[in-house]
Nanobody, 121 residues
């Protein structure tokens, strides 16, 4: 069974930076697109950024130029470097895997438990 564990969230002042990590575990053979989503109170979950196995990326307009997604395929880990954070970035951030081959079974749409990011002075 594929499991995703996020870390790196916390409280930061506006203009500050945080780096989120998403570590995938299990008998992993291959992981496809990895993404970061966020959900603020009273709002729908939205895509922040995603990265394919070959490192092509997609970003939400609201984070372009401030956030950078990356991945280490050897460690089955994705990262989200968040700079110039704004109060509007406050949300629970979730890691997502579109599909992964675990042993001989494909697993789809796997979510982590989420990590809180709060941007406030």
């Amino acid at each position: 069974q594929l499991q995703l564990v996020e870390s790196g969230g916390g409280l930061v002042q506006p203009g500050g930076s945080l780096r989120l990590s998403c570590a995938a575990s299990g008998s992993i053979v291959s992981i496809g697109v990895m993404g970061w989503y966020r959900q603020a109170p009273g709002k729908q979950r939205e895509l922040v950024a995603s990265i394919a196995r070959g490192n092509s990326t997609i970003y939400a307009d609201s984070v372009k130029g401030r956030f950078t997604i990356s991945r280490d395929n050897a460690k089955n880990t994705a990262y989200l470097q968040m700079n110039s954070l704004e109060p509007e970035d406050t949300a629970v951030y979730y890691c997502h895997v579109e599909r992964a081959l675990v042993r001989t079974t494909w697993q789809y749409a796997v979510w982590g438990q989420g990590t809180q990011v709060t941007v406030s002075s």
